[in-house]
């Protein structure tokens, strides 16, 4: 078993920042890469971004060049540096296990307005 522990998320006026935090605990040593996910109201759940094993991160079109994920093998965490922000960034957003099975955590809300 995996738990995740999301953290970062609130109101943010767009052209700002924000960093999300998302730190595991349990089986740790199962995961093989970990994601950040969103999920606006209506729409369905999709990937932001994602870091493997070996470090090699891969972003959402629409999250290049202003989101940039990281991990910290060593306090079994995932970062999410969102600048920039948009009104369309407002999601719940979610961390993510790769592992067999995968896991998720309870999301974050982040709300882009003025």
């Known amino acids: 078993q995996v738990h995740l522990e999301e953290s970062g998320g609130g109101l943010v006026q767009p052209g700002g920042s924000l960093r999300l935090s998302c730190v595991a605990s349990g089986s740790v040593w199962s995961i093989y890469a970990m994601g950040w996910y969103r999920q606006a109201p209506g729409k369905e759940r999709e990937l932001v971004a994602a870091?493997?094993?070996?470090?090699?991160?891969n972003y959402a079109d629409s999250v290049k060049g202003r989101f940039s994920i990281s991990r910290d093998n060593t306090r079994n965490a995932l970062y999410l540096q969102m600048d920039s922000v948009k009104p369309e960034d407002t999601a719940v957003y979610y961390c993510k296990a790769y592992s067999d099975p995968d896991y998720w955590g309870q999301g974050t809300q982040v709300t882009v307005s003025s």
């Open positions: 870091i493997m094993g070996d470090g090699t991160p």
